[in-house]
C-alpha cells in the first residue's frame, strides 16, 4: 500500500465572530478576511511538508478549490510546477484541476505535459467534480456536468498521448479545430488516471475506463457500495477483475507519540469538516442538472430522504452529515484514523479489510489550526513507523471479502 499526504492549505485565521454572521465561508466571504502574509506563511509552510514527503517516501497530492477559506490552492499547475521541479523521488497526484470549470482541457493537457517533463514523468492525474459553490465562482452551470466531465477527460487523454501531428476534436461540449500539444508528457504511456467520485453510475465509469477510484470521507459502507459498482461495471463490460491497486482511499490522518497526543491532533483536524465544509443553501445540492431524474420527487423536501440501502450518499449530503460530528464519531465512522502508529496501523487496517482492500492511502494530514510542527511530527512518525508495515500489504483481486 502506498500513501499520499494532502494539504489543502486551509486559512483558519478569520475571526469566530465573522464566521458566526456570514452565511457561507464558501464564494461570498470578503478576502478582505485574508491577510496576504498570512498566506505567504501557509503556503511555504505546506511546500516544506510536501518536501519532508520526499524524504520519507510519502508520495503527494495537489488539490483546487476556489474562493473560500477551505483552501487557498485556486490554481493546481502552480503547486503541480513547484514541486515538480523540488522534489526528486515520490509520485505528484494531481486530484486535481476542476475541468468542468475549465473552458479549455487543451490548455489543462498542456500544464499537465510540462509538469510531467518537470518531474521526469512522476505525475498523475486525478479529476474531481465541481463542488458546489465553485460552479458561482467560476460562473459555470451544473447543467450536463457529467457530460462535460467525461468528454473533458477523453480529450486531455488524447492531446497528452496522440504524437502522430494535429488532430481535431468536435464534441458535444468542446471544439478544438487543431490539437498537437508540445511538450509531450516525459511518461512514454498516458500517465495513470484517478478520478474521485462516490456515487455509484460515476463509479462505474471509472471501472470500465480503468482509473483508480478514490472515495473520500466515506466510511466503509460508502467505499464497499461504490467500490461494487466499479468491479460491477467491469464485469458487466466483459473486463477482468480489478486489483487493489485501482481503488484508494482518503482520510484525515494524525500520528502521535501516543494515542492521546495523536488523537488531540486529530481533533484540530476536525476543523477541515466543522467551519469549513460551511456553505450558503444557493450553493446546495438543490442546484438544477445536480440530482439524477430518479431523485427529483424527493429533493425540495424540508427533510431530504435518506439514501436507499445500496445506495451511497452524494457528496453534498455526505458533507452535511459530518459537519457537527467529533474526532471520536469521526474515528468511529472510519473518516479519521489517529492516534499512535500502532493504533493508526490497526485503524487503517481494519479499514481496507471492511472495504474489501485498497492500494492508496490519501492522507488528509493538516487542515485547520494543525501547525506546520504538529504536521511535520505526523507526517514523520506515519513515515518512519506506519508506512512500512503498509508496505507490507500485498495488491489482490479487489473486494476479496465483499459480495457485489
Known amino acids: 500500500m502506498d500513501a499520499w499526504f494532502q494539504n489543502e492549505v486551509t486559512y483558519p485565521h478569520v475571526a469566530q465572530e465573522v464566521l458566526d454572521a456570514a452565511d457561507s465561508v464558501r464564494a461570498t466571504l470578503p478576502n478582505k478576511y485574508c491577510d496576504p502574509e498570512i498566506a505567504a506563511n501557509l503556503f511555504a509552510e505546506a511546500i516544506d511538508e510536501y518536501l519532508l514527503c520526499d524524504d520519507l517516501g510519502i508520495n503527494v497530492i495537489c488539490t483546487e478549490h476556489h474562493a473560500g477559506i477551505n483552501s487557498l490552492l485556486a490554481s493546481n499547475p502552480m503547486l503541480l510546477s513547484i514541486l515538480a521541479s523540488q522534489t526528486k523521488n515520490v509520485r505528484i497526484l494531481s486530484l486535481g484541476t476542476l475541468i468542468t470549470l475549465r473552458p479549455d482541457p487543451v490548455r489543462v493537457a498542456e500544464e499537465y505535459a510540462t509538469a510531467d517533463v518537470l518531474s521526469r514523468g512522476r505525475l498523475e492525474i486525478g479529476f474531481v467534480k465541481s463542488g458546489l459553490s465553485e460552479y458561482a465562482s467560476n460562473q459555470a452551470s451544473p447543467i450536463d456536468n457529467g457530460d462535460r466531465y467525461w468528454e473533458a477527460i477523453d480529450l486531455i487523454s488524447k492531446a497528452l498521448s496522440h504524437q502522430e501531428g494535429v488532430f481535431s476534436w468536435e464534441g458535444k461540449h468542446f471544439t478544438h479545430r487543431h490539437v498537437n500539444i508540445w511538450p509531450r508528457p516525459y511518461q512514454p504511456t498516458l500517465p495513470r488516471m484517478w478520478s474521485a467520485t462516490g456515487d455509484p453510475s460515476t463509479a462505474g465509469d471509472v471501472g470500465r475506463r480503468d482509473m483508480v477510484q478514490v472515495l473520500v470521507l466515506r466510511g466503509p459502507e460508502g467505499t464497499k457500495t461504490a467500490f461494487a459498482a466499479n468491479r460491477r461495471a467491469r464485469a458487466a463490460a466483459g473486463m477482468p477483475k480489478p486489483t487493489t491497486d485501482r481503488f484508494a482511499y482518503a482520510a484525515l490522518v494524525a500520528v502521535g507519540d501516543t494515542h492521546e497526543e495523536g488523537v488531540r491532533m486529530g481533533e484540530k483536524l476536525m476543523w477541515f469538516l466543522n467551519t469549513s465544509l460551511r456553505s450558503a443553501p444557493q450553493f446546495g445540492p438543490k442546484l ?11 429533493l425540495y423536501r424540508t427533510k431530504p430522504a435518506a439514501a436507499k440501502p445500496g445506495e ?18 469521526a474515528m468511529a465512522r472510519g473518516i479519521m484514523f489517529a492516534g499512535s502508529p500502532d493504533t493508526v496501523h490497526k485503524q487503517i487496517m481494519d479499514f481496507h479489510e471492511a472495504v474489501g482492500g485498497f492500494d492508496h492511502l490519501s492522507m488528509i494530514g493538516r ?19 506506519v508506512l512500512p508495515r503498509l508496505k507490507e500489504v500485498k495488491t489482490v483481486t479487489a473486494g476479496y471479502n465483499q459480495p457485489d
Open 312 to 329: 451511497t450518499a452524494s457528496a453534498a449530503a455526505n458533507a452535511a452529515a459530518l459537519m457537527n460530528i467529533t474526532a471520536e464519531q
Open 288 to 298: 438544477p442538472g445536480l440530482a439524477p431524474p430518479q431523485a427529483a420527487p424527493g
Open 367 to 385: 487542515s485547520g489550526f494543525m501547525t506546520h510542527a504538529e504536521t511535520s511530527k505526523s507526517m514523520t512518525l506515519f513515515g518512519k513507523e
